[in-house]
């Protein structure tokens, strides 16, 4: 059974950092790309960034030079780090697995408001 666990979220200050962690399991982490997907009230899903197995990196334009992705195939983890958050970050977080599969957990919120 696959799963995908994410943490890290909560509420911070504009400006402020928050590191995002979703750890899998059930699947061969290694061969999958991994990804961050968002979703604010009222808007549809959209591409956070994205992680492949050889660790190359795509990001929207929105938080380029703002988030870094990154992954451990050790502790079948991937990161979001994301510094000087805007109000408009404000969103449920979601981790996302896709090779034999398309995987989803189950989302974390985060909320930049002062």
């Known amino acids: 059974q696959v799963q995908l666990v994410e943490s890290g979220g909560g509420l911070v200050q504009p400006g402020g950092s928050l590191r995002l962690s979703c750890a899998a399991s059930g699947i061969i982490f290694s061969t999958y790309t991994m990804g961050w997907y968002r979703q604010a009230p009222g808007k549809q899903r959209e591409l956070v960034a994205t992680?492949?197995?050889?660790?190359?990196?795509n990001y929207a334009d929105s938080v380029k030079g703002r988030f870094t992705i990154s992954r451990d195939n050790v502790k079948n983890t991937v990161y979001l780090q994301m510094n000087s958050l805007e109000p408009e970050d404000t969103a449920v977080y979601y981790c996302n697995a896709r090779y034999y599969g398309d995987y989803w957990g189950q989302g974390t919120q985060v909320t930049v408001s002062s």
């Open positions: 992680i492949g197995s050889l660790g190359s990196t």
